[in-house]
């Protein structure tokens, strides 16, 4: 506040760009690609962008938990991975229903949570590098799971038959809008109100924010530290099975592409209208910007192999400009 | 170094200035080589500072530095060792690389300044050298050792072997034997009996005084900034350093106060933790503050962690009210109704980034929540507000950063958030460190009011004239112990002084 009353002029350009500059860009981007572009601006291309963007959001979700307690959980791309091919094999190998299935997946990834959250409150590892090692655990459980191949519905199996199960029409629901829409939506809206309006949340920003003083003011660091990676590997496998559903097969991997992309989205939200720490709003809007990035690029014909030279790009600039920030 | 050729090095009329402080005030320093000198002082009274000019740390002193007459321009590091005067700084881990080995630690300023233009090490060459010097320090290790894998006392050995790869005519030790065990220190002090032996001076700060009686020749005495008294250290008696260090201080202003103290309300028995502090047992009852003294180094602060539950214990038991309570962290502990205001405050006690109305309701947000969850704005800036005023904390409002708020209005709301908590046994660290005499007096008044109120209060401090002014009773610790208890009202503050520098009852 003080900063910008000093600078003379009135408006602190960097400040100003820091809080809108996400916003803005979106803004231009949009105007570019519908000005480049025939059909970006439709109704059809615009849904495309929120469906494409729904598993991103829902994972980078859970990342941006373990970000707010000052950790950093690398195993959500995995954990979707494994999440996607358990409920797929749920249903074709072993003919279960949705609700055994998700289930299933469901206290899958608690455990895997608890692992994770064990780990890096246990021990004095930096939490990338803890979770970069579970990262590549996970992924191996995954791919000896499936055995290294695609589970797809009258898949063969090793005996010579086809698999017997199918996959529930319902099920295939959630992948298609409107529902996937509204899954992320609601992903993001929970986790919106757990941390700006819950007592929890602000516990868990003061564990991000200072660890040592929130042990100090009586904060119980650890079991909230446990329980926002818990969280981010709950809603990494939400966004597992939501790309199970709107894939309907489970591919070697599935998952792992999204990790880039829900790292970009989280630290692109921190600087979304000026808040300096991740946040759900930021973490949606950083996924909307690297959606219509992604759209629009395809849209103009770059080819797909050269989407992550820019999607790297845009994720270090993020990186720079909150790293930057912090030191201002 | 000719054993034979004495020379004598003087510091004349140095003062230094940093923002908001005059550290040293035309201080007056000399010695000969060949002998021992301590340097003492209580905490802030410039010891670190003047013999941090003395190796170049500074730029900005006034003053002049000579040997034999000589001036000496010393304003950098690299121009104290180059006249032979070497340094062994307390923080030993900040000048060692961890990741190699002995010998290269060791060669390292030779490494750097005699190679300037080669590429090639001869490894071989390095470690000879390197070994040389280890058994000149009594350093029984190979050479090829990483620097991590040793003790705090190795370390030290390193850093004065180091110190002898190049010219040394005078060599200052700051605080060496705070981490020593008795057998470390008794080994470090035949080395300083044999390196005098050689010629060099040897310039040893330390807050221990029997010894210093021990092992110095002569003494020199600081007290804020300014030269006291420099003797041969046998003209005088530990009671007599005591008085110098303290001097006649302008009298704080302390509340008014009558001991009310009540029935035992907490105890702790035989703490220990293996490595600070030693079987500590003290009681504290309701109504009454009771003070730690000791000066820096002495366990305070690791003695209130543990009892905070920040930090693991070995031993020892822990009641409040009769009844034994054990807890391992502080959240576990401010269910039973302890708090603690720490030491290092910006990092440990308050959120910098984050405004007045977070940091004083973070202590106890329940109260402030619908259903136990969901924050309400209202209620948090009502008792934000409250406590503000209740405090006189001096902040536009309390959606202030924290940041933005001077030392003593960051540390009432480091005390505040724990008054908001409503707690039984209030601990503080250090509360007036850094803080200025206004909010020094309200901080007293409030600790003050606190056990007013029938609460506990413990008060460690190494300011012995805050020990007199606010406390009923203290345990004064030296060297992770307590070395004595003392009513207030009885002793004074050269009692404790002569305490907590190691004195013994006699």
Same mark, same amino acid.
């Given at each position: ?172 629901? =959630? ?7 509204? $899954?992320?939506?609601? /992903? #993001? *809206?929970?986790?919106? +109100?757990?941390? @700006? ?102 849209? =103009? ?7 992550? $030279?820019?999607?790297? /790009? #845009? *994720?270090?600039?993020? +990186?720079?400009? @909150? ?6 | ?506």
């Amino acid at each position: 506040m003080k900063a910008a009353k000093v600078s003379g002029k009135g408006i602190n350009w960097f400040d100003f760009l820091y809080k809108y500059g996400t916003l803005i860009t979106i803004v231009l981007l949009i105007a570019f690609f519908g000005l480049a572009t025939d059909n970006f601006l439709t109704k059809e291309s615009i849904i495309g962008i929120f469906r494409y963007i729904s598993i991103t959001t829902i994972i980078a979700i859970g990342l941006t938990l373990s970000l707010a307690v000052g950790g950093f959980d690398l195993s959500v791309g995995s954990t979707a991975s494994l999440a996607n091919a358990v409920v797929i094999s749920m249903f074709v190998w072993h003919s279960q229903n949705m609700f055994v299935s998700i289930l299933v997946v469901v206290v899958l990834c608690v455990l895997v949570g608890v692992i994770n959250g064990f780990l890096v409150t246990s021990f004095k590892i930096q939490d990338m590098l803890m979770t970069l090692a579970t990262m590549f655990v996970i992924q191996g459980v995954a791919l000896t799971y499936t055995r290294g191949a695609t589970i797809s519905k009258n898949m063969i199996m090793p005996s010579g038959d086809y698999a017997p199960g199918s996959i529930p029409a319902v099920f295939g629901q =959630l992948g298609k809008q409107p529902w996937i829409i509204i $899954i992320m939506l609601v /992903a #993001v *809206l929970i986790v919106h +109100l757990l941390l @700006t309006k819950t007592k929890h949340g602000r516990y868990m920003y003061m564990i991000g924010g200072n660890a040592e003083a929130a042990k100090l003011s009586g904060i119980p660091v650890k079991k909230y530290r446990f329980i926002a990676y818990v969280l981010a590997a709950l809603f990494a496998g939400i966004g597992g099975m939501v790309l199970a559903a709107r894939v309907m097969t489970a591919e070697v991997n599935a998952g792992a592409p999204y990790l880039m992309d829900a790292v970009a989205a989280a630290f692109i939200g921190y600087s979304v209208l000026g808040s300096g720490k991740p946040n759900a709003f930021g973490t949606f809007v950083g996924a909307v910007l690297i959606g219509i990035l992604s759209n629009g690029l395809i849209m =103009l014909s770059v080819p797909y192999y050269a989407m992550d $030279i820019v999607k790297g /790009a #845009v *994720l270090a600039l993020a +990186l720079g400009i @909150t790293y930057y920030k912090r030191k201002h | 170094m000719k054993p034979n050729e004495k020379v004598k090095l003087e510091m004349n009329d140095i003062s230094i200035a940093f923002p908001g402080v005059q550290a040293l005030s035309s201080v007056n320093f000399q010695m000969m080589s060949g002998t021992s000198h301590a340097l003492i002082g209580a905490n802030g009274a410039g010891k670190s500072t003047l013999m941090k000019v003395l190796a170049g740390a500074y730029d900005h002193y006034t003053g002049s530095i000579t040997l034999d007459g000589k001036q000496l321009p010393i304003r950098k590091p690299k121009d104290a060792k180059d006249y032979g005067i070497q340094i062994v700084y307390q923080e030993v881990d900040m000048l060692l690389i961890p990741n190699l080995s002995v010998a290269e630690n060791i060669m390292l300023e030779k490494l750097v300044h005699d190679y300037k233009g080669k590429s090639i090490v001869s490894w071989k060459k390095i470690h000879k050298e390197a070994a040389e010097i280890m058994t000149s320090v009594g350093l029984e290790l190979p050479t090829g050792k990483l620097v991590q894998e040793l003790t705090l006392a190795e370390k030290q050995l390193v850093l004065i072997a180091r110190s002898l790869t190049m010219d040394c005519k005078f060599l200052i030790l700051d605080e060496p034997t705070a981490p020593l065990s008795d057998s470390e220190t008794s080994r470090l002090f035949a080395l300083i009996e044999r390196l005098k032996q050689e010629g060099v001076g040897i310039i040893f700060i330390s807050h221990r005084l029997p010894e210093l009686f021990q092992i110095c020749d002569d003494i020199t005495i600081l007290r804020d900034g300014q030269h006291v008294i420099s003797a041969p250290i046998h003209s005088m008696d530990q009671a007599q350093v005591a008085q110098h260090m303290l001097g006649t201080q302008l009298e704080a202003q302390f509340p008014e106060r009558s001991s009310n103290a009540g029935e035992l309300a907490f105890e702790a028995d035989n703490i220990a933790d293996g490595d600070k502090v030693h079987g500590v047992s003290m009681h504290v009852r309701k109504g009454e503050i009771v003070g730690i003294a000791g000066l820096v180094g002495a366990g305070k602060t690791e003695l209130c962690r543990i009892l905070f539950g920040a930090a693991p214990k070995t031993q020892g038991d822990i009641r409040l009210d009769s009844k034994r309570i054990s807890y391992k962290a502080p959240h576990q502990a401010v269910a039973h109704g302890i708090a603690m205001i720490p030491e290092e405050r910006r990092r440990e006690g308050i959120f910098v980034e984050d405004t007045v109305g977070v940091n004083l309701t973070i202590a106890n947000l329940t109260p402030h929540t619908r259903a136990k969850t969901w924050l309400s704005r209202a209620k948090e800036r009502l008792a934000a507000q409250w406590m503000i005023s209740k405090l006189g904390i001096k902040t536009p409002n309390d959606t202030t950063r924290v940041a933005n708020l001077s030392g003593g209005n960051q540390q009432k709301i480091a005390i505040g958030k724990w008054l908001l908590a409503d707690a039984e046994v209030y601990i503080f660290d250090e509360p007036t460190k850094g803080v200025d005499v206004g909010a020094k007096r309200d901080i007293y008044s409030l600790i003050a009011e606190l056990a007013e109120q029938g609460k506990s209060v413990i008060f460690a401090s190494s300011e012995m004239d805050e020990m007199i002014g606010i406390t009923d009773r203290m345990y004064v610790m030296y060297d992770g112990k307590v070395a004595k208890e003392l009513v207030t009202a009885q002793t004074s503050e050269e009692e404790i002084m002569f305490y907590s520098t190691g004195g013994q009852a006699g």
